[in-house]
């Protein structure tokens, strides 16, 4: 009898651990993979090894900034592909509402319209982003970049810099 109440009693705390993590998983903040190259040299500088094992960089990812859609110039954001709701991409976000878009050969560049924003890669020769499929709606972005957690020698605040593609109206 003992035993049971002692299995029941780690159930039931485990489930609660499982059921806290599941929410500050779904609301505060969550860790996903980078990979690819487009975010080069930001995220994945080369395939580096941990225990002679190859691994991408993996990332920290907040959640609180989707309350009021509270980005900024230079943010690197995990959104959902406006083609295929299934891909994630992990981009840098480079024109935000009522911000021009300074597109090459363009004499009369688009503005980015309320409930969207421009993002592009860091390196752009390897990078499928707002240059092939448009602005993507803010209701797709996922969480904001702000840490690498994943590998060791890599682990640090990730750098919020803003790239001159676009302008202010």
Not at 133 to 145: K, N
Not at 152 to 158: D, I, T
Request: glycine share 10%.
């Amino acid at each position: 009898m003992g035993t049971r109440k002692v299995l029941w009693s780690l159930a039931g705390k485990l489930f609660s651990v499982g059921v806290v993590g599941l929410c500050v998983s779904d609301c505060v903040a969550s860790v996903a993979p980078v990979r690819g190259s487009s975010m080069f040299p930001t995220f994945n500088p080369q395939k580096t090894t941990f225990m002679g094992i190859s691994t991408d960089d993996y990332v920290l990812m907040e959640k609180l900034c989707l309350n009021h859609y509270q980005f900024s110039h230079g943010d690197i954001v995990v959104f959902r592909s406006p083609s295929n709701h299934k891909e994630c991409h992990i981009k840098r976000i480079t024109a935000l509402p009522g911000d021009w878009i300074g597109i090459r050969k363009s004499f009369n560049p688009p503005i980015v319209p309320e409930g969207r924003c421009w993002v592009e890669g860091d390196n752009s020769s390897s990078s499928m982003d707002s240059r092939t499929f448009g602005t993507i709606p803010l209701g797709l972005i996922e969480g904001r970049v702000t840490h690498i957690v994943w590998p060791p020698q890599r682990m640090g605040a990730v750098q919020r810099t803003e790239r001159s593609t676009a302008g202010h109206t």
